[in-house]
């Protein structure tokens, strides 16, 4: 994980989770602060209260996009860096990630883990 994709993500804005086996296209929001970031094993840890729809697509795929972005990180052409993640996601709903992650957000009901294949910087 690149310097840039981490200083996007240390400011708040959203993240958008996005499947594409269902029609339409599952789509769901979360904010940047509450994704985990565990980039010496290169993936994400998301609390998930709802997330329904995404974890019914990931039945039959479990690929997943993610997109995320801050204005206040200089870009490729000006104020304002985004990156896409591609991956693929499992729900985790106990373990020592759930726990830790539920110690955080009491809300939860799972745990959406993103194994990153690759991480693309868009602006």
Do not use: C
């Amino acid at each position: 994980m690149d310097a840039k994709f981490l200083d996007v993500m240390s400011h708040e804005g959203a993240t958008t989770i996005i499947t594409i086996n269902a029609h339409p296209a599952s789509v769901v929001n979360t904010w940047n602060s509450y994704v985990e970031i565990h980039p010496d094993d290169n993936y994400l840890l998301i609390p998930a209260a709802g997330m329904r729809s995404i974890e019914h697509d990931f039945e039959t795929d479990t690929t997943v996009t993610l997109t995320m972005g801050s204005k206040a990180v200089e870009g490729t052409v000006g104020p304002g860096a985004g990156f896409h993640v591609h991956g693929h996601g499992e729900f985790l709903a106990s373990g020592t990630a759930f726990d830790a992650m539920q110690a955080k957000f009491p809300w939860i009901r799972e745990v959406l883990k993103v194994n990153i294949d690759d991480i693309q910087q868009k602006i």
